[in-house]
């Protein structure tokens, strides 16, 4: 069982940036893939960005060039950089771990507000 712990979301102005970490309490190193996801209320959760365990990044067409997803094995962190926000990045913000197509794990999610 791993245990996922979002934090570093809050209120920015657009344009702004924000970190997202997210703490697993136990090694990484057997997760295959990590990544956050976001969800607005009364729409599904979709993908922001993902990472393999050999560093091989997705992302969603519309955070291209603005977000950036890494992973620390050594802290058994994720972290998810994200530039340039739009009000339209607004969301809760969930961290998402796959051990194996039969064990997934996500955080409580963490919102982050874009406003002015």
């Known amino acids: 069982q791993v245990q996922l712990v979002e934090s570093g979301g809050g209120l920015v102005q657009p344009g702004g940036s924000l970190r997202l970490s997210c703490a697993a309490s136990?090694?990484?190193?057997?997760?295959?893939?990590m990544g956050w996801y976001r969800q607005t209320p009364g729409k599904q959760r979709d993908m922001v960005a993902t990472?393999?365990?050999?560093?091989?990044?997705n992302y969603a067409d519309s955070v291209k060039g603005r977000f950036t997803i890494s992973r620390d094995n050594a802290k058994n962190t994720v972290f998810l950089q994200m530039n340039s926000l739009k009000p339209e990045d607004t969301a809760v913000y969930y961290c998402?771990?796959?051990?194996?197509?039969?064990?997934?794990?996500w955080g409580q999610g963490t919102q982050v507000t874009v406003s002015s």
């Open positions: 990472v393999t365990a050999g560093s091989i990044t």
């Open positions: 998402n771990a796959v051990q194996s197509p039969w064990t997934t794990y």
């Open positions: 136990a090694s990484i190193l057997s997760i295959s893939v």
